[in-house]
């Protein structure tokens, strides 16, 4: 986060965070785990080091090990897109010398890879924060832009400390001179 008088900038996190490399690591490991256990039990050849799957029958268990394992490698190759990507990545740009909000980020494939919403500072009306605890807790900050338009200022993902949406909430609203809503 870089501010000075003029230009206050928030760095958006995506898709390479710690969470996305464990889940493609591991369903990269489990899908070609099943791939290669359908594959041996069809060439009654042990493909595996960890165990041996060459004489399992291949109708039913091995087609059944080679959707899962088809299944799950196209999972990893989803993720690991993502990940390379780097879907979601961007910034929150408040220019007060420009007049200028600019609200980037990284899309996935074709027409819409680059996201980018320009407002006015004139048109912001407030900083409203979204708190929701419990099993799926959630924790965002909108930007609210005329006419009572809600664009979301936070990386998606794991839900940051409340003390920190605070603290950016209120920095945020203080720099734009906006009032600070939901908290």
Same mark, same amino acid.
């Given at each position: ?5 003029? @230009? ?5 996190? /995506? ?9 493609? @690591? #591991? ?21 595996? @080091?960890?165990? !041996? ?8 268990? /091995?087609? #059944? ?8 490698? =196209? =999972? #990893? ?10 879907? /979601? ?10 007049? +200028?909000? &600019? ?7 074709? +027409?819409?890879? +680059? @996201?980018?919403?320009?407002? !006015?500072? !004139? ?22 832009? +005329?006419?009572?338009? !809600? ?5 998606? /993902? ?18 734009? &001179?906006?009032?600070?809503?939901? =908290?």
């Amino acid at each position: 986060m870089t501010a000075n008088n003029f @230009i206050y900038k928030q760095q958006i996190i /995506g898709s390479r965070r710690f969470s996305n490399y464990f889940w493609a @690591i #591991a369903v990269s490991f489990g899908g070609v785990g099943f791939l290669l256990a359908g594959l041996s039990s069809y060439l009654h050849t042990n493909l595996l @080091i960890v165990s !041996d799957t060459s004489e399992l029958q291949f109708i039913p268990q /091995g087609i #059944a090990l080679t959707f899962y394992g088809v299944a799950g490698t =196209l =999972l #990893a190759s989803y993720l690991w897109l993502m990940i390379i990507l780097n879907v /979601g990545s961007g910034y929150n740009e408040f220019d007060k010398k420009k007049g +200028k909000v &600019t609200i980037y980020r990284q899309g996935f494939l074709g +027409k819409n890879r +680059k @996201i980018e919403l320009v407002y !006015d500072i !004139d048109d912001i009306q407030a900083i409203r924060a979204e708190i929701k605890e419990g099993l799926n807790p959630k924790r965002v900050l909108y930007l609210r832009v +005329k006419p009572k338009r !809600d664009i979301p200022l936070t990386s998606v /993902g794991e839900p940051m400390p409340l003390s920190q949406l605070e603290n950016q909430g209120a920095e945020l609203a203080r720099f734009l &001179t906006v009032p600070l809503e939901g =908290l």
